[in-house]
């Protein structure tokens, strides 16, 4: 886990690569879900169209069904880009998952909101300028308020990563 601009999933998939483990994608998993037109997918699309948080009973259903198979198949995975709220941490214990470890990529504010803006410009071509920056502050913030509380559940799995020097 980290914030926009960690590369969490470039990360996440060269440890499962390395290790052979599962990789439980859930921003891939949104979007595949959000191609089959149903009401959920139509909730994730509109959800990042106007970049705002996917609702969390959504998430953690389809993350739950991933991670079922995986402990079904007594196969050891990784995932990324879960949890991301506080809901969604709790929601992790009441399915009786104890993480291993969590490892928290941290890079600078400026790094997070260098990615924010043109994630959210490829998004949505017209926004720019300090409308861009509005949109980009408010996700960061967002994001940093959401982590703050599953830091707080997951606080004694938790490995911090400074990866601001490793950046390019």
């Known amino acids: 886990m980290g914030p926009p601009g960690c590369s969490r999933l470039e990360n996440a998939g060269a440890l499962a690569e390395y290790f052979q483990w599962k990789f439980i994608s859930t921003g891939d998993l949104l979007r595949k879900e959000a191609e089959n037109k149903t009401p959920q997918g139509e909730r994730i699309t509109a959800c990042l169209t106007s ?55 941290g890079v600078s504010q400026a790094q997070s909101l260098s990615r924010l803006r043109a994630n959210c410009a490829e998004v949505n071509q017209s926004l720019y300028g300090k409308e861009l920056e509005d949109v980009a502050l408010s996700l960061y913030r967002e994001w940093d308020v959401n982590q703050n509380e599953v830091n707080k559940t997951f606080n004694k799995f938790i490995y911090f990563y400074d990866c601001n020097e490793k950046q390019q």
């Open 51 to 105: 970049f705002s948080y996917i609702d969390d009973d959504i998430i953690i259903e389809i993350v739950k069904k991933e991670i079922e198979e995986a402990e079904k198949a007594n196969a050891s995975w990784i995932i990324e880009g879960f949890p991301r709220t506080r809901v969604q941490a709790l929601a992790l214990q009441k399915m009786g998952i104890v993480p291993d470890i969590f490892v928290h990529l």
